[in-house]
Nanobody
Framework: QVQLVESGGGTVQAGGSLRLSCAAS????????LGWFRQAPGKDHEFVAA????????FYADSVKGRFAISRDNAKNTVYLQMNNLKPEDTAVYYC?????????????????WGQGTQVTVSS
């Protein structure tokens, strides 16, 4: 069982930055894949970014490429999502998720554990 806890959400003006954190309860997270998704009001979950923890490869949705960066800290069992040049359309609840296998996945069905989410609001 892996528990994931997100933090770092908030309200920011367009063009601003936020860094989200996802703390994992188990050291075994180091052999997994982790992803960030978001859900805006009235919309389905949208893939944002993924990281293969072991080989540190990353993958991004086109909508955030060049603005967002996913990274991980081994010592803290934590994954980060640095979000720069935020836009109003980035407003959503952001979730981190882990898959109990290595790789880079953009489908929700590939992930086994989910955090509770953190709200990001970008004002124009």
């Amino acid at each position: 069982q892996v528990q994931l806890v997100e933090s770092g959400g908030g309200t920011v003006q367009a063009g601003g930055s936020l860094r989200l954190s996802c703390a994992a309860s188990a050291r075994t997270i180091r052999f997994y894949s982790l992803g960030w998704f978001r859900q805006a009001p009235g919309k389905d979950h949208e893939f944002v970014a993924a990281i293969d923890w072991y080989v540190y490869s990353t993958f991004y949705a086109d909508s955030v490429k060049g603005r967002f960066a996913i990274s991980r800290d081994n010592a803290k069992n934590t994954v980060y999502l640095q979000m720069n040049n935020l836009k109003p359309e980035d407003t959503a609840v952001y979730y981190c998720a882990s898959a109990v296998r290595r790789g880079l996945y953009r489908s929700r069905s590939e992930y086994d554990y989910w955090g509770q989410g953190t709200q990001v609001t970008v004002s124009s």
